[in-house]
């Protein structure tokens, strides 16, 4: 009861609960397991909760990748991630599927060139900043999850398939369903990767929004611009202060802590999407082949079945035969025994009181001729008919 007491006590005080596992990633290659609750995590990044909620792998949420004014959310297939212009967060990095996103952002994060680490000027300019360094780690990390699976099925599908083709038993079959969901299945998560690159590249506003280096330095050279002016004059006029509170209104509105991230540019803030652009198609491209790769594999399995159908369609052809063969001669086969059956009555006719030397063997020869007859007739019939091939 203490224990209870002492838990609600805490809860009623807004004592924070113990945080999920987070893994923080810098630009210069440090790394560290934090535990981070849910609202630190908002004031931290400038989310949404419902931005955080996408990212719990408990929850099936669709694939997407969301830029918010201080933070991009990553979330595709095993590529979960919050991106700022610093620092990468990935959650439960102790997963095992989830700890190679963690290497490579390490090795790739550390290996690339930053603004000032004593690069010639060349070079600076031509690297890309971190959000997008880290933004391309995480969709080479998908694409290259989603491409080891589609080749592993490819390399599993193709030869059972061939061994369906040539026997077909409950045992292949089986392997061939199981071949087909898992075809499905990854085809429906690949198709979810490329629609949501598709959509991006269609939506230059939520490219725009990604910017988030270029953004944190629109806002800090207009920081300093009003801080250089304000300096220019010793006792600033009344509208220069009026102003001064509302350009900081403006940029807390984008930046602060509490903000609630919703928004998706600074006012007067238009970056140049073409890098960002150029590294979505090139994942678009690559997401793109390994769909394709799949579509071929369907269609390999599409005419698999097709065929197994048509050649269960032919057994079906020959057992449906084989029975009017077997129906036709039971037919005549029935009729010799009813002429039999006459013929084995109690009853007077010549025939019984005629010489019996050789008339056993004859009648049953004309019974045993005219049943082959009939039934040679009947497969001629059949045959010019149509019914047998």
């Known amino acids: 009861m203490a224990a209870a007491a002492a838990a609600f006590t805490r809860r009623r005080h807004g004592a924070a ?227 001064g509170r509302e350009e900081d209104e403006e940029g807390e509105g984008s930046f602060s802590e509490g903000g609630n991230g919703n928004g998706t540019s600074v006012v007067g803030f238009t970056p140049k999407i073409d890098e960002l652009e150029n590294l979505l198609e090139a994942y678009f491209v690559q997401v793109d082949g390994t769909l394709n790769k799949l579509s071929t594999l369907r269609e390999y399995v599409d005419d698999t079945e097709d065929y197994i159908n048509i050649m269960l369609d032919d057994k079906q052809n020959q057992l449906l035969q084989m029975g009017i063969l077997l129906s036709t001669a039971t037919l005549v086969m029935s009729c010799a025994i009813a002429i039999t059956g006459v013929f084995g009555m109690n009853i007077t006719i010549p025939l019984y009181t005629a010489s019996t030397e050789g008339v056993f063997w004859e009648v049953t020869g004309g019974i045993v001729g005219a049943t082959v007859a009939i039934y040679l007739v009947a497969l001629i019939f059949f045959k010019r008919s149509g019914i047998l091939q």
Request: aromatic share 4%; glycine share 4%; hydrophobic share 40%.
């Open 17 to 243: 609960a113990p945080g999920a596992e987070w893994a923080a990633v810098s630009g210069a290659g440090a790394w560290r397991v934090e535990e981070v609750g849910k609202h630190q995590l908002m004031r931290r990044t400038g989310l949404p909760a419902r931005d955080l909620r996408g990212l719990d792998p408990a929850l099936s949420c669709p694939c997407s990748i969301t830029g918010r004014d201080r933070a991009v959310v990553v979330n595709l297939e095993r590529a979960r991630a919050v991106i700022t212009a610093t620092e990468v967060l990935v959650p439960a990095p102790r997963d095992p599927a989830v700890a190679p996103l963690v290497g490579n952002l390490l090795a790739r994060l550390a290996a690339s060139p930053t603004p000032d680490d004593g690069q010639p000027s060349a070079r600076r300019d031509k690297a890309l900043p971190f959000e997008f360094r880290a933004l391309e780690v995480c969709l080479e990390f998908s694409c290259k999850s989603l491409e080891q699976e589609t080749c592993t099925l490819e390399k599993e599908a193709y030869p059972a398939l061939d061994e369906l083709s040539s026997n077909v038993s409950t045992l292949n079959l089986e392997r061939a369903r199981q071949i087909k969901s898992r075809l499905l299945a990854i085809s429906g998560r690949v198709q979810k990767v490329r629609d949501e690159l598709e959509h991006l590249l269609d939506d230059d506003v939520d490219m725009a929004a990604m910017h988030l280096s270029d953004k944190l330095a629109y806002y800090q050279a207009a920081v300093d611009g009003r801080s250089a002016r304000f300096d220019t004059n010793n006792e600033p006029s009344e509208f220069d202060e009026e102003r």
